[in-house]
């Protein structure tokens, strides 16, 4: 599957919120993947629904959580939603559902 992951993004993961709810993120890791700008509706554990901007598959190697801040092409994102899907042996990939990050 090497050879499907052919964009870079760079993964962020929260390091503390201060007291007025600002994030501060980590030091960056670049990671190569396939990144499609990919509107879908998901729907969260009350039943709501939530709009995505872009679909991200990563290398089952790959780190992150939902929460994570995702850079691809100068655009922030946040992980909204993670899919690890199995064959028979072991996770392949992840598959990484994007929303564009409010700053």
Request: proline residues 2%; charged residues 30%; positive net charge.
């Amino acid at each position: 599957m090497k050879h499907f992951f052919n964009d870079t993004v760079t993964i962020y993961e929260e390091e503390k919120t201060d007291e007025y709810g600002k994030q501060t993120w980590g030091d960056g890791t670049a990671v190569r993947g396939r990144f499609v700008e990919k509107n879908k509706v998901l729907y969260n554990a009350k039943g709501e629904t939530i709009m995505t901007d872009a679909l991200l598959h990563l290398p089952s190697c790959a780190s992150l959580s939902v929460g994570s801040k995702i850079t691809f092409d100068s655009v922030d994102y946040r992980v909204i939603r993670l899919i690890k899907p199995k064959d028979q042996s072991a996770v392949r990939f992840i598959k990484v559902y994007l929303g564009k990050f409010n700053v």
